[in-house]
Every structure is written in C-alpha cells, then in structure tokens.
C-alpha cells in the first residue's frame, strides 16, 4: 500500500505546484520592432540640444497633425518650464548683478577718492567679502551667496591693482602685469580653497587680459605667446580639476580673444595699450595652435558637465553637449578673426580649413571613430602644411600660388576624405548646422559688389544653389526633416537677416554721422531672381516628399500655453506655411531695398504662388487655404503699395484667388472675392508708388510696340478680373448654405470695376461693365434670397413640429431626458449678448436660426456705396448723409418688420441686427469719406457729424424695437454708437488730419452752427449714454443671472472718454470705477483709472490752468496709486494688487516724464522705490510675476539711468546711487533665499 502511494503522493504534489490559468510570462514572444522606428542615437557631441526641426514620433507631444491640428500638446513649453524653475534663476541674475554694481564701486572709488582713502576702502570691502566668503560656503542655502561675496571680492582687488597704477603708486606696467599675475596666483588658491569653478573661472579671463596688454611691453609677439600661455594654462587647471566648466569657457573665450585681437584696432585698456595681431602667419599660426588645442580639450570634456550647457537647459532649449557649445562659442572668435582678413581670399580660407579639419576631426572622435585613425592623417598634414607656410616666399616664387592657397587645397581635400570616410558617424543634426555655418562663411567670404573684384552674386549664389541642392537630396535620400526643413528656410532667412543687419548698421553710422554703410552683399536682380526661383523649386520638391513629416517649430517652445497651443492648431509655423510666409516676405523686403526689376519681381510671385496654390490643389499641404489667401493678398498689395505694378497685381490677385477658390470651400469664398477687390480699390485712389522699380528696356519696347492699345489697360484688366472671378463664384453660389459674405465681396468687386470703367472712354468696356452688374444681382436675387427664405422657414417649422412631438425636450428631470441640442442652445445663448435666457423650447431651440435678406442688404449696400462715393467726389457731406441715411433708415425699418412677419430673426453682427450694422457702418463711411478725400474738406465743418450722430441715433432705436430683452439691446446699442464714431474719428485723425483727434477739441473756439453745435451733440448724447450704461449695469445684476466681464464696461467707458472733450469723459470714468468696486470688478478699474486721466487730460486742452498742473496731477494720482497696491497686501485683497500696480505705475512714469524727471536721478528713483514694493508684495503674497516684476523695475530703473541721465551729475552722486542699488541688490538676494522654499512652492 505504501508503494502504490508513494508516485502517486508525487503525482498530486507536482500538480499542486503546476500553475493554473495562462501565465503570460511564460510565454515566449518574439520582439519584432521596427528598426524606422527606433530612436536615434543621441548626438554625445552636440547634446541634446533643442532641435526646431526635429521629427517627432506619432504620439510626441506637439506633432501636427495633416489636418493642422495637436493631438498631444507638449506638457511643458519654455514659459512654463521658466516658471517652475525660474525662482533659482532670479537668485542667480542677483548673484550676477551684484557682482557687476560691486565691480563699478570699486571702479568709482577709485574716481571718487585719492590713494589712501580708497585703498582702505577697496581692502575693507575684498576682506569683507572673503569674511562672508568663509562664513557662508560651508552653508548649503547660503553657498551660492557666499561664493559671489568672493568673486567680488578678487575682482576688487584687481581693480585696486589698476587704481594703484593709476594713482602712481605701481609706476610701471610691468610690474602692474607682475601684481595682476600675483593675484591671479591668489585667485587660483582661492577657488582650490573653496573648491568651486566659479571663482576659478575669473582666472581665465583675467590670464587673457593680461596676455591681451603684453603688447605694451613685447609687441605682437608677445600678446600672441602670451595668450597661448595662458591657454595652455587654463587648460591645465580645468584637467587638474577635472572641470567640464573651465574647459568650455577655456574653449569658447581662447578663441574670442584671438578674434577680439584679429579684428578690433589699437585701443586703451585703462593705462596699457591693447595691441591688435596684424602679422598674418603670426595670427595664422597661432589660431592654429589654439584650436588644435581646444579640439583636445572638447574631445577629453565631450561627456563633462558645464555652464554653458546648463545654461541652455534654463532657456528651455535643451542640454547641448559641451563639445557642441563650446566649439560654437569658440567659432565666433574664429570667425572674427577669418572676417578680418577676407580680402585675402586664399587666407582666410585657410583658416576655414584647419578650423574644420580640428573639429570635424574632434567631432569624428566623440562620435567613436578610434583616435589614431583620425589624428594620424590630419597632424602629418598639419605638419608639412606649417612647413609649407614657414617657407611662403619660396612656395610662392616656385609655383606661382601663395602657401595659404596650398594650405587651403590640400587641407580641404584631407579634411573632407576623413569625414567620407565616416559619415556614418555623422548625424543630421550636424549636417544641417554644417550647412547654416557653411552658408555664413560662404556670404562672409566670396566677394560680390562689383566694384571689388565681384561679380555681382553669380558665384556666392551659384555655390549656395549646389549646397542647397544637396541639402535636399539628403533630405530625400536620408528621409531628414532636419535638412527638410534648413532646404526650405535657409535660402530665405539669410538674405533677409543679411539686409536687416545691413540696415541696422547703416541707421546708427548715420545717426552717428558717420560714413554710410554700403553693404557687404551686393546682389544683382537676375542671379537674385534665378537662385530664388531655385530655391522656390527646390521648396516645394521637399515639401512634397517630406512636408508631412511633422516637422513644427512651434512645438514645445512658444510662450504661453494658449498662445503657443493657437500657433500649433494653425499649422503657421509647419514648413508648407513657413514656405509661404517666409519667400512672401523675403521678396517685400528685397523689392523694398532695389534686390529686384519689375521682371523679376512679378516673375518669382507668379512662381511661389504658382507651387503653393498647386499644392494646394494636390492635397500635398496640411494648412487651410484661407492662410494662402491672406498671405497671398497681403504680398500682392504690399508690392502694389510700394512699387506700383497695378496690371501685373492684378493678374496676379484674379488669377490666384480664383484657383484657390475653385479648388477651396465655400467659407473662404466671401474673404477671396474681397481680396481680389482691393488692388483695385487701390488703384481707384490715384495713388503713386512710393518706390519704383527699374523694367528692362525691352520689356518698355514690347509694351509700347506690339501690345499697345486697350488690350492691357488697367480698366479692361479690372473688368476682366471680375468676370474670371465671377465665372468662379456663381455657378456655386446658389449651393451655398452662408451666401451673405461672398455675395456681399462679389457686389463690392463688381461696383469697383465698374466705377473704374467709368473713367475710361471705352464705351464698350463700360457696356460691358454694366451688364456684369445686372447680370450679377439678377443671379444672387433669383437663385439666393427665394431659396435662402424657404429654407430658413423650413427649417424653424421643423425645430417647432420636433418640439410639438416630443422629440426634442429640455434637459429636465433624470439623466435619461438630457438633451446635448438643449445645452448647446442654452450655451449658445449665454455666449451671445444680443440673446437673454428662455424657458420656451421652442425659442430655445430656434437661437440659431436667422434670416440673411439679400435682397434688402444688397440695397442697401449699393445706397451706402453710392453714397461714399459721392461724398468722396463732391464732398456736400451734409446733404448726402442726409438723403442716404434718412432712406436707409426706412430700409431698414422695412426689413425688419418684414422678417418679423416671417416669425424670424435677423443675424447680427457683434450683438446687433446686420442690417443696421451695416446702414451704421455706411453712415460713418460717408462722414470719414466726406473730409478724406475732396480737396479743401476741413475738419473744422462738421455739420455732418452731427447729421451721422442723429442718423446713428435713430438706427440705434430701431433696433431696440420688438424686443423684449432691453437691458442687454440697450448695451449694445450704446456701444455701436460710441465705437463706430470712434474708430471713424482715429481713421480720418490718423490718415490726413481729416477729423479732429481725440483729446485735441476746443468746443468753444469755431462756428457755432460747423463746430460748436456739432461738438455740444456729441457730448450730450455720450452723457445720456454714461447715464442709461450705469442705469443698465445696476438693474443688470438684479434681473440677469449672466456674469458679466468687467473689461466690456471699461472699455465702453474708455471709448466715451475718446470721444468726449471732457465732461461725459469724467462721468464715464467716474461711474465706471464705482460699477467695478460695487461689483468688485477689478479690470474695469483697472481701465476706468487711466479713462479718468484721460479725460482730466481732455478737459486740460481748453482749461490752460488745469494743463499747466496735468503733470503733477498725473504723478500724484500714481504715487496714490502704488499707496493702495501696497494697502492690497495689509488687507488681504490680492486681486485687486495687479490692477493698482499696472496703474500706478503708469501714471508714476508718465508724471515724471511730464515733470521733467528724465535728465536726473527722480525717475531711476521713483522706479527703484516702485521695484522694491512690487517686488515685496510678490513675496509676501507668493507671486511669481510681481516677482519678475520688479526685477524688470530695477533693471528699467538702470538703464533710465544710464541712457537719460545728464552729464552734469557728479561722480559722488554716481557712486552714492551705485551703492543704493546694490544695498538693495543684497537685501533682495537675502530675502529670496532665507524665503526660498517657500517661494519654489510658488
């Protein structure tokens, strides 16, 4: 028995342990991953540097959809990553300044006081500081504080070393260099002391000004071995200590010192003289060396930690390796230097060549390319190359070419053999870096002005042509969204940042009476034109391969998260986009500065335009036409502003809206239409360019040979344009469900051309232009309105019968009964001011449903057109406000009791009947068109402003009837009689001083009848507005459930003060800033307090004696102001601090000005006193903003300082002014780290 047991106990217990179910981890699935879709190995060289065109996988965060949309947005963009880590970064800017007012104190003593005074004092301030030094350091929160008390003290100490020379105590400049040597020695066992590169890192630049001034003793010669000694030093201490820090900075300033000394001319550095290097092998050798050196040196460090890299990561833009962000730094100094000899063509790309060949070589190595198979190569050829520049006068008598040509040739041909032959090492990312840094050395070298051995740009933009070809085939061929996106910017963006430095240059040497600038890139209007036309091509090749690759340079770096998620869901800134903008722009630019002909100019817009609208129509972008058009018709008419051209615009605007539209929808149609309308508008006004381009001569001949006549006047190009345009639009017209904008722009357009063919003598044209108008109106009339009606009607008797049946019910009751039409009724209701809330379903239900009537807007819209026109013309404003105004009224009055009749509603525009706005919008028109634009029309007869205000009045009470709502329709009417007048008023001031400003008004100084009548109107009835506005807001709050924005009422009271020339200004104001404390409003305050100055300032322009005292009042009120910000922080009312800050600080800056604060020390003052209590209230309420706030306080309060102040002010005063912003310096620094962890919460 206990045999048979046994195998079975066996049995039973290995099935016990056998697992039960499916264990998934047993099971032995097979990876089969995408190799395209792995990550790409990181760049150990370059880092992880913020990339712009970086590919992102399906689901990163800021990919583009095709339809432009973000599916994921990045989680943190650059302003959000500031302000999470932004409050270490505020302490270490203090850290900083403090260390630069400290440094000028030290300088001032030394202007202020004599030798022994000031030596004491700069002792007792170094010891002072290496006292805090040793109290502080060992602390950790205090450390950082403690380490700048120390470097602040050695940078004393050295300027006492310069201020004894300068007093005579060290009578030589020798033994000056010999101290400064000493106390670098000191600074170097100091920073050992306290173990920390920052104190060291001083070291380094005070080594290479020494080096810099060995001139005044030893030459050229000396400031070069002097400043390779100091290198070979400074690298030293970084292998020493091991320190990724003093590496990069020893990297980056070796060579900017050499590029400072290469190109800057002879100059003074307090006593010493700083000598530049001219000897051209001296400086060849020496770059040479240096860089050979720093190639180590970035090779050895390439993993390290460092500044530089952090530094990057605090901007948001990623952690670059320090390889990479030394080297960058060090090329600046390189170029410097290759820039100040690049009339020697051959030497200059000699420096390009061992430049390359040590950091490529460099790069190869971090990359993991074995050493020696690397260096080999590169220093046998550097060897014999330096041999080869040793013995230049026997090379050049030998062969004929001068040792840097050789150098060059050969050095490049070795340089590019090694990279070949391991390109596989080299990542994209390098690749279009390479490009950007060959493009600039490229246009920074090859000559083009022909008046210096150029030849006009045909060999710069031929060279950059081949490199931005081969761009594109890599990006094709290694799938790189990289080099995409450097193919599709590059070409542009250099041109553009080439002409505004250029301009820039030139402005300030002719503020400074200086020599004007003529440019260092001269390029002629055909090589212009072919490489542009070249890299149009090549744009659109690459983006039709590669434009879906997701590349966004909006993704993840913009500001503020809705800014930056609105810039993303437009797709404004995918390359398909930039590929438009961009070239649009480039060409605005380089036509306004002559880079084109007429030729050329209407060729490359006829090419961009052409590839993008194909495009387009091939579904290749994922961007909406409606971008197309905007940037399509805002170049056309800047040109047409400019330069003229108006047939070319013309062809152009017709033939591109109209491809846009046939392929587009139908919501663009109204916003196309328009465009096309404008060049024509424009050429209406007679205007002349401001700028005309040079045609070539046989483009002159064809046009007055064989092309003469009226087949290419502008009036038949116009009438021509419409037809084409029209041929588009109204075979889709009747298909349309919102017909009102397209049919509206199409009337317009064909008013337009037909006014134009008026002007001609062409009886035919103007025949012509007459029945397209008919023919027009007869096809909206027919196929629109009829049918338009029907269907609305059909469509309101369906909501209801839906109702009657129960279909539809309100979101009452269970969950079951909820209704998401109801709710997006009810939501449409809230959101709309014209529509107060309902229990009626069926009204409810109905919101959305209005009634265009086309037939009555077109009437009116011809009436209000004819009446501009004739305003414009004949002038007789008055009379033509009248006739025009009194039959729009009736209009409108018809339609709307007609639409009634139907039980339907009237759409509206920005809370009123279209109609009206329509008929208030014409009647301003008249009034602006009526002092525009006939000669003689003064702005002192303004009889027919007080006919529009009676007009707009009226119109403003039609709309009040049959409406129940009359709180919120009697808002809205109050706004669209203050707004329109308003904008009518600063578009006639702004354009020729047609109408009187505001704040400008004198009411009782003209005609009684022209301008005091008028004015007297105006202002009574802006009172009765104020009056009914604070009647409504009250009876608002205890009728209405809606919040409502303070920013609504402010800004209706700000419009009245503009309007007002005083007392309708001050009740506005006054009952604004009530409204918004009764209903603790702070934004309306926060617009009501500067509308109240205002219109203080408004009555000052006919009260002299109250101008006279308008400054004072203005600083007063700030300085009051700024009292009750502080008062927010006692009484715990912190949403009230924003508002009297901003405030207060405008009336304090704009008070002093106007008191004359500029020219001494009132207003840096007032502006420290303004920082210091911004910046308090943004600790003690622990607010990030108020924080940042007043740094930027302190920093304006500099540069007021130092920009505005006199020259009459006394060094004492100097310093005694240095030592208050540096006391506060400290007391802020202080406070921000004994509160750090509170404020990190923050």
């Given at each position: ?7 079975d ?51 990163s ?8 949309s ?50 004491i004092l ?18 950790e929160?205090l ?17 006492l ?11 030589d ?5 010999i ?17 920390h590169?920052?104190?060291?890192a ?31 030093i ?6 020493n ?32 003289q ?29 993993k ?58 460099s790069y ?24 080869v ?10 062969l ?7 150098f ?24 279009w ?74 402005t ?57 998620a ?10 398909w986009?930039i590929?438009?903008?961009l ?22 817009l ?12 091939l ?16 170049t ?30 139908d ?8 465009m096309?309308a ?16 040079s ?33 588009v639009?109204l ?18 357009l ?25 023919f ?26 839906m ?14 009964s909820?209704?998401p ?15 107060s809330?309902?229990?009626?379903i ?9 009634h265009t ?33 009194v ?31 329509l ?6 028109l ?24 009676s ?9 009040l009837?049959?409406?129940k ?10 706004d669209w ?10 578009i ?15 009411p009782?100084d ?38 409502m924005d ?16 005083g ?19 702070p ?10 100055v ?11 004696s ?63 006193l ?43 005063e ?5 030592t ?23």
């Amino acid at each position: 028995m206990g045999d048979d047991e046994s195998p079975d106990k066996v049995i039973r217990e290995r099935e016990f342990r056998l697992p039960s179910g499916i264990d998934i981890g047993n099971l032995d699935v097979s990876e089969n991953v995408d190799d395209s879709k792995k990550a790409q190995k990181q760049d150990d060289a370059i880092g992880d540097l913020f990339d712009p065109f970086a590919e992102p996988d399906e689901d990163s965060p800021g990919r583009v959809s095709r339809d432009g949309s973000v599916s994921s947005p990045p989680e943190r963009d650059i302003v959000s990553q500031l302000s999470t880590e932004g409050e270490q970064r505020v302490n270490w800017i203090l850290m900083v300044s403090m260390i630069v007012i400290y440094s000028a104190i030290s300088i001032q003593i030394g202007r202020v006081f004599e030798a022994q005074i000031g030596t004491i004092l700069l002792l007792f301030l170094a010891f002072f500081g290496f006292g805090l030094g040793e109290l502080w350091v060992p602390k950790e929160r205090l450390s950082l504080l403690g380490i700048t008390w120390v470097i602040i003290s050695m940078k004393v100490l050295y300027g006492l070393a310069i201020e004894l020379r300068n007093w005579g105590v060290i009578e030589d400049d020798l033994w000056l260099g010999i101290v400064l040597l000493l106390l670098v020695v000191v600074n170097i066992l100091v920073a050992y002391r306290h173990d920390h590169d920052a104190i060291a890192a001083q070291s380094t630049l005070v080594l290479l000004a020494i080096g810099s001034t060995a001139g005044t003793e030893f030459g050229e010669l000396g400031v070069a071995v002097m400043i390779l000694i100091a290198t070979i030093i400074l690298h030293g201490i970084a292998i020493n200590r091991g320190s990724g820090n003093l590496a990069s900075l020893g990297i980056a300033s070796s060579n900017l010192w050499i590029g400072m000394h290469a190109i800057t001319p002879q100059f003074s550095a307090g006593p010493l003289q700083v000598l530049p290097i001219e000897e051209p092998l001296l400086l060849f050798l020496l770059l040479m060396v240096v860089t050979s050196l720093n190639a180590y040196m970035a090779t050895v460090f390439s993993k390290n930690e460092n500044w530089f890299s952090k530094g990057f990561e605090t901007l948001g833009l990623g952690k670059p390796g320090l390889w990479g962000v030394s080297i960058s730094l060090g090329m600046v100094g390189a170029v410097l230097a290759v820039a100040s000899n690049r009339e020697d063509l051959g030497y200059a790309l000699g420096m390009v060549t061992f430049l390359g060949g040590a950091f490529c070589g460099s790069y190869l190595v971090v990359r993991g390319v074995q050493s020696r198979r690397v260096s080999r190569p590169l220093l046998i050829t550097a060897t014999v190359l330096t041999l080869v520049l040793l013995n230049d006068g026997y090379v050049d008598e030998s062969l004929g070419v001068s040792s840097y040509q050789i150098f060059t040739a050969i050095g490049a041909v070795v340089t590019v053999a090694i990279i070949l032959r391991d390109q596989s090492s080299v990542s994209d990312r390098v690749l279009w870096v390479g490009s950007v840094a060959v493009l600039a050395i490229l246009v920074l070298l090859v000559p083009t002005d022909s008046k210096s051995d150029g030849d006009g740009g045909f060999t710069l933009l031929g060279i950059l042509s081949l490199l931005h070809i081969g761009t594109a085939v890599l990006a094709v061929r290694r799938n790189s969204s990289s080099l995409t996106g450097v193919t599709v910017i590059l070409p542009w963006s250099w041109i553009v940042t080439e002409k505004m430095i250029e301009e820039t240059v030139r402005t300030i040497m002719i503020a400074n009476d200086l020599n004007e600038h003529n440019g260092m890139v001269h390029l002629e209007p055909l090589p212009l034109a072919i490489y542009l036309s070249l890299s149009s091509v090549l744009l659109f090749l690459v983006n039709s391969k590669m434009g879906d690759s997701g590349v966004n340079l909006a993704s993840g770096f913009l500001g503020i998260t809705e800014i930056s998620a609105s810039i993303r869901d437009s797709g404004l800134l995918n390359l398909w986009s930039i590929g438009l903008w961009l070239p649009m722009l480039t060409i605005v630019i380089l036509a306004q500065f002559d880079g084109f002909n007429t030729l050329s100019l209407v060729s490359l817009l006829a090419l961009v335009s052409f590839l993008h609208i194909l495009s387009f129509a091939l579904g290749l972008r994922n961007s909406s036409e409606e971008g197309i058009i905007w940037i399509v018709a805002i170049t056309y008419l800047t040109i047409q502003w400019r330069h003229g051209l108006d047939e070319s615009i013309f062809v152009l605007m017709c033939l591109s809206i109209s491809s846009i539209l046939y392929f587009g929808k139908d919501a663009v149609y109204g916003l196309g239409i328009g465009m096309v309308a404008v060049p024509m508008l424009v050429f209406w006004t007679g205007r002349d360019p401001s700028r005309g381009l040079s045609s070539p001569k046989w483009i002159s001949d064809l046009d007055s040979g064989v092309f003469s006549g009226t087949l290419f006047d502008t009036e038949f190009l116009a009438v021509a344009c419409t037809i084409v345009v029209l041929s588009v639009y109204l075979p889709r017209a009747e298909y349309m469900e919102n017909m009102l904008r397209p049919a509206c722009s199409a009337l317009v357009l064909v008013v337009i051309s037909s006014i134009l063919s008026l002007e001609s003598d062409n009886a035919l044209l103007q025949f012509s232009s007459a029945m397209v108008f008919i023919f027009t109106s007869f096809w909206l009339i027919s196929r629109g309105e009829i049918r338009s009606e029907l269907k609305t009607i059909a469509k309101r008797e369906t909501v209801i019968s839906m109702v009657s049946e129960g279909v539809l019910s309100p979101s009452l009751g269970p969950l079951s009964s909820y209704s998401p039409k109801v709710a997006e009724m009810e939501q449409l209701r809230r959101s709309k001011r014209e529509l107060s809330d309902t229990e009626d379903i069926s009204e409810l239900l109905s919101s959305e449903i209005t009634h265009t009537p086309v037939v009555g807007m077109v009437i009116l819209m011809i009436v209000l057109l004819s009446g501009i026109l004739g305003s414009a013309v004949l002038g007789m404003g008055p009379l033509i406000l009248v006739s025009t105004g009194v039959f729009c009224c009736a209009t409108v009055f018809l339609i709307k009791k007609r639409t009634k009749g139907l039980e339907l509603d009237l759409p509206h525009i920005l809370g009123i009947e279209m109609p009206i706005a329509l008929s208030v919008t014409g009647v301003c028109l008249i009034l602006l068109s009526a002092h525009v634009f006939p000669p003689g029309s003064s702005p002192r007869l303004l009889l027919d402003m007080a006919v529009a205000c009676s007009l707009i009045l009226v119109l403003l009470m039609v709309s009040l009837l049959e409406h129940k709502n009359l709180i919120d329709r009697i808002s809205i009417a109050i706004d669209w009689f203050v707004i329109p007048l308003l904008l009518t008023r600063l578009i006639g001031g702004a354009l020729v001083g047609a109408l009187p400003l505001p704040f400008t008004v004198e009411p009782f100084d003209g005609d009684n009848l022209e301008w005091t009548m008028p004015w007297l109107l105006l202002e009574s009835i802006l009172v009765l507005c104020v009056i009914l506005g604070f009647w409504i807001e009250g009876k608002r709050s205890n009728v209405s459930s809606r919040e409502m924005d303070g920013f609504g009422s402010g800004a209706r009271s700000l419009a009245i003060v503009m309007m007002s020339f005083g007392p309708a200004g001050i009740l506005a104001a006054s009952s604004s800033a009530v409204q918004s404390v009764r209903t603790s409003r702070p934004s309306e305050l926060g617009i009501a307090l500067p509308s109240g100055v205002l219109a203080i300032f408004a009555l000052s322009r006919w009260n002299e004696s109250l101008l006279d005292w308008f400054g004072e009042i203005l600083l007063i009120s700030g300085i009051v102001v700024m009292i009750g910000c502080a008062f927010t922080v006692v009484l715990r009312l912190p949403k009230w601090t924003f508002t009297l800050a901003a405030n207060g600080h405008i009336f304090v800056i704009s008070g002093a000005i106007t008191v004359g604060m500029v020219g001494n020390f009132g207003l840096p003052v007032l502006m420290i006193l303004m920082s210091t209590e911004i910046w308090i209230i943004g600790i003690l309420q622990l607010r990030k903003g108020f924080r940042i706030w007043g740094l930027a306080d302190l920093v304006a309060a500099i540069v007021c300082f130092l920009v505005f102040a006199s020259g009459d002010i006394g060094q004492s005063e100097i310093l005694l002014g240095m030592t208050v912003l540096a006391v506060e310096l400290g007391v802020v620094a202080w406070l921000g780290l004994v509160n750090q962890d509170e404020l990190l919460k923050d």
